[in-house]
């Protein structure tokens, strides 16, 4: 393969070729699109790095998504912030390794502190290595395969009960679309958040996924007698339907909203004839959480990040007994306050 020249999307076009070659790639994911680069440029303000891999015809060969975080004491370069993956898309051997040279080099370009790549797809560790990539494995990424049967027997016995009672308790849900819903969803996701003392997104991240996503955001909200008692955000990308965020009122946890929640989601995927239900990843340390999606049926494995210089994932992880302190805090603290605080702050930490 001839040398690949690396350039940043610019123009329309530019961005209509890259989610071609995204949709054309076995690996790819919704993070990879010109839709969540337009998410997070408008939920957290992020610019776009990420750099196309041509060859002399001018076809890209290999797609690197990368967002510029200004973090509270330095400037990194990331792909993609606050998601699971969001790695090099590359059609041979020879262009990941550009791509991984080209992120390289776009660190010093920048005079950002690092780089960072995510990915849950299988990636070529040595070649990555060779271009002076860490390789850390920290987090626990949960799939389950779907359309092989019946979904009513193949959940069990358990999970069938779990959804009987949610439904004795008189919960129904609705699937709704559209930025309009984005102040329902993060009502439900400013008490979670609070509630558990990690920091609360900002509602203009959720309005930008709502209206970006048009074709592939899905709102499903489980209702109680007087309203919302959970809710969660799926989408649906390459025969893949991603469980991309949650949240529940501690009603809800105890009505077994999030069974239900959870069934009608593995009901829709299969009908849109997702091939994989993705339940995304996780801290080790959320063993409960792990545990419910292991017991619908879901396998697990880990993910791989890939940075300069070496990452502490554990550091990055708002579980861990590093920030017990700040939970605390949080926990104590109105759940309108604990949002006010930490929403202006959440986009330093990407």
């Not at 019946?150 to 959940?155: G, P």
């Not at 008189?170 to 509630?195: D, I, K, N, V, Y």
Request: hydrophobic share 40%; glycine share 8%.
């Amino acid at each position: 393969m001839s040398e690949l020249r690396a350039t940043p999307p610019v123009s329309e076009q530019d961005w209509k070729e890259w989610d071609q070659f995204v949709n054309r790639h076995q690996d790819a994911s919704i993070y990879h699109l010109s839709d969540w680069a337009r998410v997070l440029k408008r939920g957290f303000g992020y610019p776009a790095r990420g750099l196309a891999l041509r060859e002399a015809g001018g076809r890209i060969a290999a797609v690197v998504p990368l967002f510029e975080v200004k973090g509270l004491a330095s400037r990194r370069l990331v792909g993609v912030p606050f998601r699971d993956r969001g790695g090099v898309l590359a059609t041979s051997p020879e262009s990941e390794r550009a791509a991984y040279a080209a992120a390289s080099k776009a660190m010093a370009d920048a005079g950002a502190s690092g780089v960072a790549l995510k990915s849950c797809a299988p990636v070529d560790e040595e070649i990555a290595r060779a271009e002076g990539f860490s390789v850390s494995k920290y987090w626990v990424h949960s799939v389950m395969p779907l359309q092989q049967g019946d979904l009513w027997d193949r959940v069990g016995k358990k999970n069938r009960n779990m959804v009987r009672q949610a439904e004795r308790n008189g919960l129904t849900f609705e699937w709704r679309r559209g930025p309009e819903h984005a102040e329902a969803w993060h009502q439900l996701h400013r008490a979670t958040q609070s509630r558990l003392g990690v920091p609360v997104f900002p509602r203009a991240l959720f309005e930008a996924i709502l209206d970006e996503g048009r074709e592939w955001a899905r709102f499903l909200v489980i209702l109680g007698p007087k309203g919302p008692v959970a809710g969660g955000l799926f989408f649906a990308f390459a025969r893949r339907y991603v469980y991309g965020y949650s949240a529940s009122t501690l009603e809800g946890q105890e009505m077994r909203a999030n069974d239900l929640m959870l069934f009608e989601a593995l009901r829709e995927a299969e009908r849109s004839g997702a091939q994989w239900f993705d339940f995304g990843s996780d801290s080790p340390k959320q063993e409960s959480l792990l545990a419910f999606k292991k017991k619908w049926g879901a396998a697990q494995s880990l993910t791989t990040v890939l940075s300069i210089p070496a990452s502490n994932e554990e550091h990055n992880d708002s579980s861990s007994g590093l920030y017990s302190l700040a939970r605390g805090v949080g926990r104590r603290l109105p759940s309108p306050l604990w949002a006010a605080l930490t929403s202006p702050l959440v986009r330093k930490l990407g």
